[in-house]
């Protein structure tokens, strides 16, 4: 079982991280951190194997304690799961031996493909002897094809996968979704969730309706366009 350690400021993804977690098969969540300092301990205590990182947090950066988790605890492997897109916090993720890369908002698609990759390189790493030329390359991603096409240009912030999946969950409800119910369905933030959909309006993909409750408040629902 690899024990992982999430530090994350957002208490409400760090809970949708712990349950990701519980559906992928051979993890298991140790702790759970949301500030630098309480990672500090949890690292200098539990030297878990595998660590998700986030950048912004209210004490320090994620990237400010690369070189304390190297030291108090070498053996933990480090994944980033942030919205820091910046080259200087990139470039000092890769040469911190950070092994993984995730942009918010994440998928469970995206995040599961990753601790899979992850186990596997693990568990080739583990085994004696040597290694073949194709596991080798695995370690380094190398066996991931190269994209032969165009990118797709999107709006700064908007993550092609993401809002395909998102425009899928709507065409799905033939009655629509909040922005809420957005991010319940894909393990995101309401905001982050509205944000999408926003696009998706602006894009004449969708469609949008201010309905009341039962208690009289409004809201703001969404509907998949033809």
Known sequence: MIEVLIIEDDKRIADIHKRFIEKIEGFQV?????????????????KPQLILLDVYLPDVKGTELLSYIQQESPDSDIIFITAASETD????????????YILKPLTFDRFRESLLSYRQKRNSLDTQGSLTEESIQLLWNKNRPTASTEPILTPKGIDPSTMARIKEKLADCGTGMTAEEMGAACGMSRSTARRYLEHLVTEQLASAELLYGTIGRPERRYFSRP
């Open 30 to 46: 140790v702790g759970s951190a949301n500030t630098g300092a309480e990672a500090q301990d949890w690292i200098q205590t539990l």
């Open 89 to 100: 916090i990139v470039k000092k993720a890769f040469k911190g031996g950070v092994i993984d």
